[in-house]
């Protein structure tokens, strides 16, 4: 399998935004300190006592995004796959002598 342009440019940007919504956002949200939460947690009293730095949404966008990049990467490849004959073999250099 050869990769063009378009696949090299689909894979980069699909794995760069995974790792920016796990590994840097974060790496943001340990250097905003304690409390951890991922959503805003309450007191009995209903006072926010901790919520997390960066939106959840927005991580989940993140990776929603990525997710989307590649289901489009792979409809861009199906759709421009070259089909195969019938009896021929996938690779067509190798041979059993």
Known sequence: MSYDTIDTAAIGLSGALALVATVGLGTVE???GKPYSPVPLKNDAGEV????????TIRTGLIVGALVVLLVWGLYRFATATPRRAGTTSDPGVSAD
Do not use: G, K
């Open 49 to 56: 006592i901790a919520q997390p730095a960066v939106d959840p």
């Open 30 to 32: 340990i250097l905003a």
